[in-house]
C-alpha cells in the first residue's frame, strides 16, 4: 500500500473520446471514467496538482489525430486552465514530453496513474515511471482495455488482457490499488 | 512481417542465472534458452551485430545481484569479446544506458528481441524500442515468464501471462515472430 498516494500527481492519460473507436471490440471496466472523474474531484478538492497527458496520432487512419473529434478530451477528464496538459504521439507519457522533467524539477516522485488503455499507454507509462524512479500506483478500476486475438491465435476477452497487464506491473513498476483504496487510504490520513 | 529481420541487431536480454531463481513457480518455453542459442549463432555466422544487455539488481536478496553467481550470463547466451555489452539495474534496457546512443551513432534502426522475461524487462524494452523509433521482432519462442497470482487474487499459468503479453505488444511496439519464422524468412532472403 502507497502511504504517499494522498500527496502524489494524479496523471490522466489518454481519456480521449477516440479511444473507444479504436477497436471494434468489447471492452471492460465500463465505470473506469466515472472512477476518474471522482478521483479527478478529490484532487481539487484537495489542492492537489492533476497532470494531463494526451494522444496526438501521427497513424492517417486514428480517431486520435489532432483536428478529429477523437483528439478530444472526454468531459470526465478535462483539463481545468490551471493543470497542465502534455501533449504526446507514442504511448509513453516519458517520451517525446516535457513531462519527466517537469516532475523532476517540481520535485513531484509520487504518481497515481489512471486513464486508457491499460495495456498500451498505461502499461508503458507505468513502466517507464517505475525505471526512472518515481513511485507510482495504477489504479485498477480506473483504467481499461478491448478484447482482441493475440499473434497465437486465441481471443482474450478484455478482462482477461487488463488482469494480466496489471498482474505483470504489480510489484515490479508500481503498487495496484482500487478507486475506493485510493480514495480510503487519503479519507484515513486527512 | 518485418523484412528487415536478417539486418537487424540482435538484442538478447537478461538470460542469466539467477532468473528462474526469481520466481517458486513453473515457467513456460523450456526451449528459449536453445531458440536463444539458435539464433546467436546464425547472427555471429552471417556476421550482423549481436549486442547483450545484463541486469545488476540493487535489490539485497535478489540473485542477479553482481557478485552472486545468479548475475552469471547463461552459457547459451554468453557474450564474445567483439560484441558490446550493456549492464542495467532496471528492466528497461534504454534507462541508464548507453544503449540508445550507441544505436542511434551507429545507424542502428533494426532490432530482434529475444530474452528474460517476457513480461517485464522483455516487455518494457520492447515497448521503448518501437516508442523510441526503433523497429522492433519480438521472438516469441526465444522468451519466457513465471507463472503467479495477480492483484485480483486469481492465479495465472506462465504460458497465459506469456500469451496475453505478446498480445499487448504485438502490431503496438513490434512484430511478433517465433524462431522459426525468422531464421525461414533469412534464408529466403540469402
Not at 60 to 76: D, F, I, T
Not at 80 to 109: D, H, M, P, Q
Not at 114 to 124: E, W
Not at 125 to 130: E, L, N, V, Y
Request: charged residues 20%.
Amino acid at each position: 500500500m502507497n502511504s504517499h498516494v494522498g500527496k502524489s500527481v494524479l496523471l490522466v492519460i489518454d481519456v480521449q473520446a477516440g479511444i473507444d473507436d479504436l477497436y471494434q471490440s468489447e471492452r471492460n471496466n465500463p465505470q473506469a471514467e466515472s472512477n476518474i472523474e471522482k478521483l479527478i474531484a478529490n484532487w481539487r478538492q484537495r489542492g492537489v496538482e492533476v497532470i494531463h497527458v494526451k494522444h496526438n496520432s501521427t497513424e492517417a487512419q486514428s480517431p486520435l489525430r489532432p483536428g478529429q473529434s477523437g483528439n478530444n478530451v472526454k468531459p470526465c477528464a478535462a483539463p481545468i486552465a490551471s493543470e497542465k496538459l502534455f501533449e504526446k504521439s507514442v504511448n509513453s507519457a516519458f517520451i517525446g514530453t516535457g513531462l519527466e522533467a517537469y516532475l523532476r524539477e517540481n520535485n513531484l516522485t509520487d504518481l497515481v496513474i489512471v486513464g486508457l488503455t491499460t495495456d498500451h499507454c498505461v502499461s508503458t507509462s507505468t513502466r517507464m515511471a517505475g525505471n526512472l524512479g518515481f513511485n507510482a500506483t495504477l489504479v485498477s478500476d480506473a483504467t481499461a482495455t478491448f478484447a482482441r486475438v493475440g499473434p497465437d491465435g486465441e481471443s482474450y476477452t478484455a478482462e482477461q488482457i487488463h488482469n494480466v497487464n496489471l498482474l505483470s506491473l504489480d510489484k515490479e513498476f508500481c503498487t495496484v490499488m482500487t478507486t475506493e483504496q485510493v480514495l480510503n487510504s487519503i479519507a484515513e490520513r486527512s
